[in-house]
C-alpha cells in the first residue's frame, strides 16, 4: 500500500495476511448524496459481521433516518436502509455475494425524509480480506 494513497479511487491491499477495512464518515448533510466509501481490490471478501454503519450521534429527520450500502451500480446491494435513528453499530444485513469478483467500489447513500435533520453521524466501516490466493 502506497502512503498518502486515496482509498476513495485505489484498491488498497497490504502484502501480509490480514483483515483490511474501508472506513468513511457520513453526516444528516450527506443525505441523498451517493458517498463514496472505498474501493475493493477483484477477489475480496468483504466480513459481513464486521460491516456496516456505527451510528455515533442518532439521525433526527422527521419521519425516516436510513442509510443504504452498496455500489454506485446497486446503491443498496449490502445494506439497504439501514435504521440510522440510534446510536448503535448496524450491521449489513442483505444476503448476497460477499466476494467481489472485479475491482469494485463502496458507496453509502444517506437515506431521510419528513421534517429536515438537525443531527446524525456515523461511521460506514466495510472490513475485508483480499483475495490471497490470487
Known amino acids: ?3 498518502g494513497t ?13 483483515v483490511h477495512y474501508l472506513r468513511k464518515s457520513v453526516t444528516y448533510s450527506d443525505d441523498g448524496t451517493a458517498v463514496t466509501v472505498g474501493v475493493l481490490p477483484a477477489g475480496a471478501t468483504i466480513l459481513k459481521p464486521l460491516s456496516g454503519v456505527n451510528v455515533d450521534t442518532a439521525f433526527d429527520a422527521g419521519t ?4 443504504n450500502i452498496g ?3 446497486d446503491d443498496n446491494l449490502y445494506g439497504t436502509l439501514l435504521a440510522v435513528g440510534s446510536i448503535a453499530f448496524v450491521p449489513l444485513d442483505e444476503a448476497v455475494a460477499m466476494t467481489v469478483s472485479a475491482v469494485t467500489t463502496i458507496t453509502a447513500t444517506v437515506v431521510l425524509t419528513g421534517t429536515a435533520a438537525t ?14 490466493d490470487g
Do not use: C, K
Not at 6 to 18: F, I, L, M, P, W
Not at 64 to 67: A, E, G, S
Open 6 to 18: 486515496d482509498n476513495t479511487t485505489v484498491a488498497r491491499e497490504s502484502h501480509e495476511q490480514q
Open 1 to 3: 500500500m502506497a502512503t
Open 71 to 73: 455500489t454506485s451500480g
Open 119 to 132: 443531527a446524525g453521524a456515523g461511521e460506514v466501516i466495510i472490513a475485508y480480506i483480499p483475495d490471497g
Open 64 to 67: 425516516t433516518n436510513t442509510l
